[in-house]
């Protein structure tokens, strides 16, 4: 973590928690906190510990999130949602950590390789309702392998679940409900965790009266087209030199911008290098009042604006209250998903 940089990244604890109520009033059901990528990055551990009451269980993308979540004190359920390496299956036993299996062979590599360790590897079933990115996908194999573990001393199954690839597009999303409905009543077994819908599932009413959990993770970071929501990350910097620039010079590498007025430049110690991507360039920053535009190549460490004038000491907003990721997003051409978990943990984190 970078301590001495004039750039930080800013979290809101009550807006974070009203998102996580929300998403729990609106669905009705227990909340899975989503928090892989480093919690969009947002900050792994910063999100916990303010998740930690709120959620029922936490959902990471790999075993090296979830043992950081469990030094760092976290204590609540934790599923990793991608595949994991055999190897390393005892190591999630031996941090209370679940693990997510995809076919039968999962099952029976973990059952030959662990059988005799004295705590039960703890699984939930992923179910490829149409995603073909992971899980299995015909009633044969969900019996199969529920079959398997209910005669296993190794595994217990303890969740289902699958994902909606289109979950604006009602025809896709009835298809998928009914796949999985198909293929999890075809053989009765007491799961603790059910779980369907992300966030844009729960936001279009695609849950299903059999689950028990929604699986959230853009809304709680408030980074979805809703109105009730709230951001929670805003990021900041400092403008550290003002350099007069004549009409008719340039400005960065290859000389992309050139000024057509004498103009005030302010130099801010963030680039590319800290998540702020090229293609931010001509897009708008927030600072004591004024919008202004982000000039020159963005370089790895640093960045140039155009000033109204001399003497701006406030803090530069670069993603915030008045520079919505939404709207960077758009600039962008992309999903707020590439805006926030670009942002590298070296930024330092402030929750407030």
């Known amino acids: 973590m970078n301590q001495f940089c004039e750039t930080y990244i800013?979290?809101?604890?009550e807006n974070l928690k009203h998102n996580a109520k929300y998403f729990k009033d609106l669905s009705n059901k227990?909340?899975?906190?989503?928090?892989?990528?480093?919690?969009?990055?947002?900050?792994?551990?910063?999100?916990?510990?303010?998740?930690?009451?709120?959620?029922?269980?936490?959902?990471?993308?790999s075993l090296d999130s979830a043992i950081a979540l469990r030094n760092g004190d976290i204590d609540l359920p934790i599923l990793v949602l991608n595949p994991l390496n055999i190897e390393f299956v005892g190591i999630a036993v031996n941090n209370d950590i679940m693990i997510t299996i995809s076919s039968l062979n999962?099952?029976?590599?973990?059952e030959e390789r662990y059988k005799h360790f004295e705590k039960k590897v703890l699984v939930h079933i992923k179910i490829d309702s149409g995603m073909n990115r992971m899980g299995l996908k015909s009633i044969?194999?969900?019996q199969a392998i529920l079959k398997f573990i209910k005669k296993s001393e190794v595994l217990k199954a303890v969740g289902v679940y699958t994902h909606f690839h289109s979950p604006h597009n009602i025809i896709y999303s009835k298809s998928q409900q009914e796949k999985f409905l198909e293929i999890y009543q075809s053989i009765p077994y007491e799961f603790k965790y059910v779980?369907?819908?992300?966030?844009?599932?729960?936001?279009?009413?695609?849950?299903?009266?059999?689950?028990?959990?929604?699986?959230?993770?853009?809304?709680l970071y408030g980074l979805c087209e809703s109105n009730y929501?709230?951001?929670?990350?805003?990021?900041?910097?400092?403008?550290?030199?003002e350099k007069e620039v004549k009409k008719g010079e340039t400005v960065g590498y290859n000389a992309n911008f050139k000024a057509y007025q004498d103009a005030i430049i302010g130099v801010m110690p963030l680039g590319y290098s800290d998540g702020i991507i090229r293609k931010n360039t001509g897009r708008k920053v927030y600072i004591d009042g004024n919008y202004c535009d982000i000039i020159g190549n963005i370089c790895m460490n640093s960045m140039?604006?155009?000033l109204p004038q001399k003497g701006l000491t406030a803090d530069v907003e670069i993603i915030g209250p008045h520079i919505k990721a939404i709207y960077i997003a758009k600039h962008l051409q992309t999903i707020t998903y590439e805006v926030t978990t670009v942002l590298p943990p070296h930024i330092k984190r402030i929750v407030e």
């Open 10 to 13: 800013k979290i809101s604890r």
């Open 30 to 61: 227990k909340l899975i906190a989503v928090i892989k990528s480093n919690a969009y990055g947002h900050g792994l551990l910063e999100v916990a510990s303010v998740l930690k009451t709120e959620a029922d269980l936490f959902a990471v993308a």
């Open 106 to 110: 999962d099952a029976q590599l973990i």
């Open 140 to 142: 044969e194999e969900y």
């Open 195 to 219: 779980h369907l819908c992300s966030t844009s599932a729960t936001l279009n009413n695609l849950d299903i009266k059999q689950s028990t959990h929604v699986r959230i993770g853009l809304g």
């Open 229 to 241: 929501v709230k951001p929670v990350l805003s990021m900041y910097s400092k403008v550290v030199i």
């Open 304 to 306: 140039m604006i155009n």
